[in-house]
């Protein structure tokens, strides 16, 4: 697996791979692949100088299993969590654009929708005509993934090895499903070279994720498909009627690309990476997704989970219902009470707040007297709250910015937004925008020379608490609207004029 030495030489029990490859033939074999109509943009032009200017780093990855998905609200994923360290490394902002189709990887990277792509992608010589790899953090083969035998249970070891493919020449004359851009595509072509037989490649739709297709191979439609052996593995602790025993390649190392125009970027990464190889946190986290059998399971059997399931809380009715009367997308309310409570409907805070929405008892007193312990009344409270909270940014024009100043007071109070927006108004910037505005002056309220100006009525605030908090819900609620997608509608666009 991605982690393991190069114990993986133990590939040599298939001799007829090692038969038909030699230094000579090398470059022979490479030479499909790629497919030759594909064509890549020119990369542009931008490096870290650029990247850190804009202040956020831009990474391209797949929706899937292991790389990035939501499960009980919270983003998670292997790639996801170390692009959170690599991002706090650089000291830039993350955002994570989602590739839906895999084909597309290098001509987003080169087109700059992204500075990177974090994926698991093997280091191939074709590849690397287009982009460069980071320093590679693992090592896998790709195996081949079959059913086993409809009565498997009742059957012997040998038996059910009898039924399947063990040896890559059966494969000879057979059907696999693969993506064309795929390394597993151009795999298939070499083995196909070596064997001097022919493997039949079926192309599959490059918004097929690969556990998607695997899924395929468990439900009856295809017979085959390949995968990288971590994978497969970790799909067959959910699916165990697959089998993912035959490996079809030589040990392959896996790496992140970025733009060949992006030394320093590459050269920061690598650094990065060299550092996270010291610590064990790095290998903690690859076995969290990758060896954690059990959680794993649990994971893609819940409803929670946003590929399969695509509820974010046991909640989800009472937010949206919530949320429909704000007039907001109930992605934003929900991501506001993660914010709050991680929908612990039990939580208290040091200051007394209590339950999902963490309102204070004598807040909810005046409210309507809710008690705050029921998720339902706690919703209905913090709504009650939010509304009489929008009253005060009327006469803010855009409806985004509405919506910032709304969650910073719910945070701060309004006196202290207030003062921000009062501070704002007296140094030329505009008191009706949050960002790169009045969040400026939250931010300054820390500092003596600004909450003793006379403009200030409601003295210190440790201003970054509601900048955080405004920033932290607006980042999550874009996730979240990026993978939990409502049935037969699309999203709610809460956050436009």
């Not at 000579?24 to 032009?45: G, I, L, Q, W």
């Not at 039949?200 to 899924?215: C, K, Q």
């Not at 927006?421 to 910037?429: H, S, T």
Request: glycine share 6%; charged share 25%.
């Amino acid at each position: 697996m991605r982690l393991q030495d190069l114990s993986y030489l133990c590939v040599l029990l298939f001799p007829v791979m090692l038969s038909c490859h030699s230094p000579s033939n090398t470059d022979d074999m490479d030479a499909n692949d790629v497919p030759e109509e594909v064509t890549y943009s020119e990369p542009v032009a931008i490096d870290l100088p650029d990247i850190k200017e804009k202040g956020k780093l831009v990474a391209i990855s797949s929706y899937s299993p292991t790389s990035y998905f939501i499960y009980r609200g919270q983003p998670m994923g292997y790639e996801y969590e170390l692009l959170e360290r690599l991002a706090t490394y650089l000291n830039l902002e993350l955002e994570i654009k989602i590739a839906y189709n895999l084909d597309n990887f290098i001509e987003m990277l080169n087109t700059g929708e992204g500075d990177i792509v974090a994926h698991n992608l093997s280091i191939t010589k074709s590849r690397k005509k287009h982009v460069d790899f980071t320093n590679y953090y693992g090592v896998t083969r790709q195996v081949l993934v079959q059913r086993k035998p409809q009565d498997w249970r009742n059957m012997k070891l040998h038996e059910i090895d009898n039924q399947l493919i063990r040896d890559p020449l059966d494969l000879i004359g057979k059907t696999v499903h693969v993506r064309r851009n795929s390394s597993y595509y151009r795999r298939l072509i070499n083995l196909s070279q070596e064997m001097g037989g022919d493997v039949l490649i079926e192309i599959m739709d490059g918004n097929l994720e690969t556990s998607e297709i695997i899924r395929k191979v468990v439900e009856g439609e295809i017979d085959y498909t390949i995968a990288d052996e971590d994978i497969a593995k970790i799909n067959q602790t959910y699916h165990q009627d697959l089998d993912v025993e035959t490996a079809i390649s030589f040990p392959q190392r896996q790496a992140w690309m970025v733009r060949k125009t992006s030394p320093d970027l590459r050269e920061a990464v690598n650094n990065w990476l060299a550092q996270e190889k010291q610590g064990s946190d790095f290998y903690a986290i690859y076995n969290k997704y990758y060896k954690n059998q059990k959680r794993f399971r649990t994971r893609i059997s819940s409803e929670y989970f946003s590929l399969t399931g695509g509820k974010i809380s046991e909640y989800d009715e009472a937010i949206q219902q919530g949320a429909n009367i704000l007039g907001w997308d109930w992605k934003l309310l929900a991501s506001q009470i993660y914010q709050e409570s991680n929908f612990d409907p039990k939580t208290e805070s040091w200051a007394g707040a209590i339950g999902l929405m963490q309102l204070m008892p004598a807040t909810a007193k005046e409210l309507g007297n809710f008690d705050l312990y029921q998720p339902e009344a706690s919703i209905e409270a913090g709504v009650k709250y939010l509304a009489k909270i929008s009253a005060f940014y009327a006469d803010v024009p855009d409806s985004l910015e509405r919506i910032k100043f709304v969650l910073a007071t719910y945070n701060a109070g309004p006196g202290h937004v207030s003062d921000a927006r009062a501070l704002a108004q007296k140094y030329g910037k505009d008191p009706n925008v949050w960002t790169d505005n009045v969040d400026a002056y939250m931010l300054l309220k820390s500092q003596k020379d600004y909450y003793s100006d006379p403009v200030v009525k409601y003295g210190y605030c440790r201003g970054e608490e509601p900048y955080n908090y405004v920033t932290d819900i607006l980042k999550r609620y874009q996730v979240y609207r990026d993978l939990i997608r409502d049935s037969g509608e699309e999203n709610t666009v809460a956050l436009q004029n």
